[in-house]
């Protein structure tokens, strides 16, 4: 199973990016909450606390290790769920793309294109270099 939790529903997806997430199973949306720029640290963590909460349920269908959870938005919010949910179990991705821009006139229009899901990972301050 693959979560998507961002702003981006996979429905407005490329092509190729629904088969990468595709690949680890069928593909439920769940909109990224608007965060107020007021809330304080502990709405946030609140709000990522029920987040995780709604991830949670499918563990019904799918052990956590068998979910993929796609997880692109406001920082704060992200980096705590992101946490939560490796914590817990999961495999926690974020999507790359390249950004490709047309200069038309005196407007520049951009555009993204997916390459690939990119593992979030938790780390410790003596974790060597991803190189070694």
């Known amino acids: 199973?693959?979560?998507n939790l961002s702003n981006h529903p996979s429905e407005t997806w490329q092509e190729n990016q629904l088969k990468a997430a595709r690949h680890y199973g069928d593909i439920v949306d769940i909109p990224f909450p608007l965060i107020d720029p007021n809330n304080t640290t502990e709405q946030v963590y609140r709000l990522a606390l029920s987040y995780c909460n709604q991830v949670e349920q499918f563990s019904s269908v799918s052990p956590?290790?068998?979910?993929?959870?796609?997880?692109?938005?406001?920082?704060?919010?992200?980096?705590?769920?992101?946490?939560?949910?490796?914590?817990?179990?999961?495999?926690?991705?974020?999507s790359t793309t390249q950004r490709?821009?047309?200069?038309?006139?005196?407007?520049?229009?951009?555009?993204?294109k997916f390459v690939q899901f990119r593992d979030y990972q938790l780390l410790t301050c003596n974790r060597g270099s991803s190189d070694d």
Do not use: C
């Open 64 to 94: 956590p290790n068998k979910i993929v959870v796609h997880v692109v938005g406001e920082p704060v919010f992200t980096f705590m769920m992101v946490t939560l949910l490796v914590n817990k179990g999961y495999k926690v991705v974020a």
């Open 1 to 3: 199973m693959f979560i």
């Open 100 to 112: 490709v821009s047309e200069q038309i006139g005196n407007e520049k229009r951009s555009v993204f």
